[in-house]
């Protein structure tokens, strides 16, 4: 699968680097987009991709596992040119087994009117039909991101749609919550579930489902731009929310223009993701903010934070970033970032003036972090994290923080050849079935030059073992969004969760679940949380393979 260059560069090195650009390979060469989102659409056990929510290429399977242009024949190319659509989550809303597909665009048409979002129907033949008004679902603002979790826990999945700004940036539009009825429709239950967004009217642009507090009832976390505190709506029960983030301290920090805490600027927050870092069985937060770094606007933005969850009883949060060792953007004199192992291995030259970006020491390089993906790559049992850079900056490249098992990361996108600069795209997904974990994103080589979706395949030489899950849902949604499995293996009990929507402006990764077990040559037992509240515990799971989880009904006692 590698290219002639790749196994040169191997052999001059003497090591592989840690992914291998398959784009070209897969049928991907020259695909531009920044929104990524994973899920097998057609059910024949290999995960397709859709580029910016229109754009849906197909997994041809082995032994290339190539991918093709599925759009024109699946009958979304046409809807998304007249609607303007940037990002779209994969859910099965009507629960028949096929991933429907809910997208947004955060635009305006001609007329300066918001383009609304699609509800298209995976019609289980390989084609979409939009079932938007049959849905009554009616969104007149600008959605810039969306995601599905069971809300209420009734077995179908709902939809938190994050709206964003006016053309002009003057005002905001609230967001909205929408409750899967059952027979094709959704009823707006914001207001009824107190998410009071239509009062604050904060711009929001990622949305990110998780039971953080471990009692069953999914909440949401919200990322908001234009310095506007970030949303943890609680669900209490399945009624009702109310925004915990500034009790349990992911609200971000509050301060005012000089730099003193407590005033209401806050961060330019564009995506979140959850992950368990350090396997205690909560969920902890990624969020990525874009921070201005110059003069005027430094001392009031926002960094980026690594949300440690304490667990209970209390499930409060403290950002540990600093100590783990995912850094700030600085203000040394030039802005060229070290170079990686992996550069210096090549002979890579000291930055001189012809290519560094110009600056000045009073003016510092802003931090332009714009969304997060966790997985566990290297299959050693942490969770490692992928967060892409925005604008086209030498220094907005992607950052793979590689977990170490303690805490603290160290970052090897350049070792792990996946450094990229100028996207939003962030999305796992093993597409070539073989157990670790492969990244797509896109952006672009260097400035100035052509961005495109790149698909990175992990070269997978680690020799650690692993458990991938697809579950399915009987008495929850069949889709199993929100379904949380816990592997006990080694003294670790390793912690993930089925998305319906992550990141930055509705992406996803793949829902099929993946734990890297290290040297662990068998696991103790599995114990699920399926969406309806039912636990099961399991025994006898086969390793280094793909099982299919069905969810018991009735559930075990």
Known sequence: MYSASLLMLTAVLGAEPFFADVSEHVGLSGVAGHFISAADYNNDGYVDLLVDGHRLFRNLGPPEYMFRDAADEAGLEPLSSEHEIG???FGDFDNDGCPDLFATSGKFDEKGDPCEP????????GTFEDVTERSKIANPYPAQAAAWADYDRDGLPDIYIANYETAESTDYFPDTLWRNNGDGTFADETLVAGINDDVLKHPGRGVAWCDFDNDFWPDVYVANYRLRPNYLWRNVGGRWFYDAALVRGVAGVGRNEDGSAGGPLFGHTIGAAWGDIDND??????VANLAHKDAERGPYNDDSKLYLNSGPPRYEFRNIRAQAGIRLHDSRLMTHDPPSLFELRRGTPEPTADNRQPTTASVPRDELFAGAAFADFDNDGDLDLFVPQIYDLAHAQGRLYRNKGDLTFEEI?????????????????????D??????????????????????????TWGNHFVGAKLVGSRSNRMAIG??????????????QIEGGSGSHG???????HFGLGKDAKIDKVEITWPSGCVETRVGVKIDALTTFLEPDPCPP
């Not at 670790?436 to 395949?457: M, Q, Y």
């Open 87 to 89: 990002h779209a989550v």
């Open 118 to 125: 699609i509800l298209w129907r995976n019609k289980c033949d």
């Open 281 to 286: 069985g909560n969920f902890d937060l990624f």
């Open 413 to 433: 996108a350049g070792e792990a050849g996946v450094r990229r600069i100028d996207t939003y795209a962030a999305a796992w997904a093993d597409f070539d079935n």
């Open 435 to 460: 157990g670790c974990p492969d990244l797509v994103t896109a952006g672009r080589e260097k400035t100035g030059a052509r961005p495109s979706v790149k698909v990175f395949a992990n070269t997978c």
């Open 483 to 496: 379904a949380v499995m816990r592997v006990h293996a080694g003294g670790k009990v390793l912690t993930r």
């Open 507 to 513: 992406q996803q990764n793949s829902p099929v679940l």
